[in-house]
């Protein structure tokens, strides 16, 4: 099984290891309490609260496991690297509707790092895909829900 790498700053790596660390030094411990307190109450058979812990332990496990596997399988980019001759990973591109001529700008990121909200769209998108590798002018299509859409790119930078 190959596994995937994920490509990240170095403040995205940071909020990662920041995110595993808190859900083991923290969250981890309150839920060994809390099962713990649940076991004192007597016959765990029957017992809801046992229950619940035991389902927030085991989810919590998961979610832990999910970021250990990708933090270990970070690269971190150089962003010395980049550069701004075709689209790539951390890369600001803005892009025209060819049909609403609405401009948009976006910051290329790793799917950890994507919040569409403040403007990073993760590279996995429709969007970024059909951007990749394209140069300054270019025209792409991109199938979304709403349809197939053109965008001509308009600028792309650090």
């Known amino acids: 099984m190959t596994k995937k790498v994920h490509y990240v700053t170095k403040e995205g790596l940071k909020k990662l290891q920041e995110e595993l660390d808190t859900l083991q ?6 839920i060994s309490k809390a099962i713990g307190e ?3 109450k007597g016959d765990i058979s029957e017992n809801a609260e046992y229950d619940a812990a035991k389902d927030a332990q085991g989810l919590l496990e998961a979610k832990i496991a999910q970021l250990q596997e990708t933090v270990t399988n970070c690269r971190v980019i150089d962003e010395s690297q980049i550069d701004t001759k075709k689209v790539q990973i951390l890369n600001k591109v803005t892009i025209r509707n060819t049909k609403t001529d609405v401009t948009m700008t976006y910051l290329l990121v790793s799917e950890t790092e994507a919040d569409f909200k403040s403007g990073k769209l993760s590279v996995s998108t429709p969007i970024a895909k059909a951007l990749i590798g394209k140069k300054l002018g ?17 600028n792309i930078s650090l």
């Open 38 to 40: 649940a076991i004192e």
């Open 25 to 30: 030094a923290v969250e981890r411990p309150k």
């Open 138 to 154: 270019d025209v792409v299509e991109v199938q979304v829900p709403a349809g197939l859409m053109q965008f001509e790119i308009v």
